[in-house]
């Protein structure tokens, strides 16, 4: 081999992260259902509770108020919260297993190419395909809020942002340990089954055990809820497990830092 | 610098637990051959493979890729690497060719400028844009190599790439990895299939139980077995009387029309073929063939791994 051939080997041996980021989107979005389901979690809700509450509101004005408004922004924005986690553990768990299933993960590391790159490239594949349906359904929560309002206070620029940051927040988490279980199992069932059980089933149960107490602080659903954007225009009940707004934001880093560090171990070093 | 060996193993060896799937493997692949990697199934081929593209770790021994250290340079060998390890697997929900471009993506920018030449060349180009869980097992063999072609391999390893191919799927298999070798490619073929090996390869390493008990060039591993030679003859008992005696036969079997005759590993085989014959003609025996048996790649495996079991 001669140095010129060695030298063009090295240049093409560093493949462009973006292109691997693309590459995992692409085979993200060419999946049919999930991208279905993706958008009936998300931008769907929104468009059918807006326009039943419209039509309700048409009907019986004085039994059904305004379908916008600040206060129905606050509730879309809470549905939308849990909607959004789920779909997004969902694309995370098929990022972070699907290459595993089909059984080209192998054929990936055959290339040469570092397998922690793999493992990183699907973090932005996967936000790219997550985020903009989270964006769409926020969208639609915020603008029939505003056009809706009627005689109701409208959400403020302000709020709107916060809100935007915090749906965002609990999505980006989502797909983070969704990707981390379907790295660890390598299964999208098992993964999909331990996420959404803990997440729906057993952190809300060890949420209402009082006699936990403090220790409560470090399941993820009470951090979000510490950092639930408040408006004085929406009454708040408050936290339910009290703790720092920086207590509540290393909860939440943890949730989405420790599931990718274990998901990124394991991608490298199972046996492909 | 021109390396002669694409690969070489020294030592290498897998252990799973208490078993030894590779065992102490010292194999050299002559650059520009094909190269015959052939055993019976779980004489330890494919972990041979898999420890040397970096898919699993070797328990010992030592591994150049290409030249390369590996695992030490991994990445710079398997840039000029092409595999298909056991069969080839794809995501079904996409295209061949979106297939294509989720491999090229992680081999780098030129690999992307490849794909249409490589779907070309393994006769895909017409399917390409069809969903892979629509391929037969045949066209899913040829996108592997396709995919593998994407690195400009100097290197193809090919794990039982004919496996559930039909004949002419075979043969069309066999074209096709002869013309990479006429490219001055190496083209690392593992197989259980000794005839498939023998029509495609150049040199070979015979495995068996995780080690390599024969390497070289097919003709001189096939040279190293018996020797005989088929004596045609309407009356083969009297051929059999004058060739029995004969130092150089160790044993004659009868066939339907005349006998086979085993030489003795020692002798010259051209020079006892010919004192027999002579024997043959002053004792008045009508001989109408004499014809010289060639050790068949398949026997010679016999004999090496039968006298394994044996041993």
Redesign the interface.
Known sequence: ???AVAS?????????RL??S??EL??LR???GLVALLAAMTVLPMVIGFTVTSILHASNPVKHPSAGGIENFAGSMEMLGVLVSIAAVLVGVTAGA?DLG???F?????????RLR?FAARIPGGLALVLPFVALGFAVAAVASTALAGSEPQPDVGFVARMAAWIALQAAVAFAIGLGAGSLFGSRGMSIGVVLGWMLAVEPLLAAISVLGSLRIGLLGAALQRLTPTSPLVEDGGPSIAMSAGAAATVVALWAIVPLAVGAWRTATR?? | MSIEYVVETAGLTKRFGERVAVDDVDLRIPRGSAFGYLGPNGAGKTTLIRMLLGLTDASAGRMRLLGRPVPAQREEALARVGAIVEEPRFHGHLTGRENLEIVAAARGRQAHGRIDGALRRVGLAERANDRVKGYSLGMRQRLGVAQSLLADPELLILDEPTNGLDPAGIREFRHMIRGFVDEGRTVLLSSHLLDEVEKICDAVAIVDLGRVVAQGPIDAIAAGGTSGIVVGSGEPERALSVVSGHAAVCSAEHLADGLRLTLRSDVERDKAGADINRRLVEAGIPVHRFEPVTTSLEQRFLEITSRLEAA
């Open positions: 081999m001669t140095t063009v080997t090295a240049a093409e041996a560093r493949a462009p292109a691997l693309r590459a692409l085979k060419r999946r049919r699907g089909a059984g080209v192998r054929t990936l590391v055959v290339t040469g190419r570092s793999l046996d492909a």
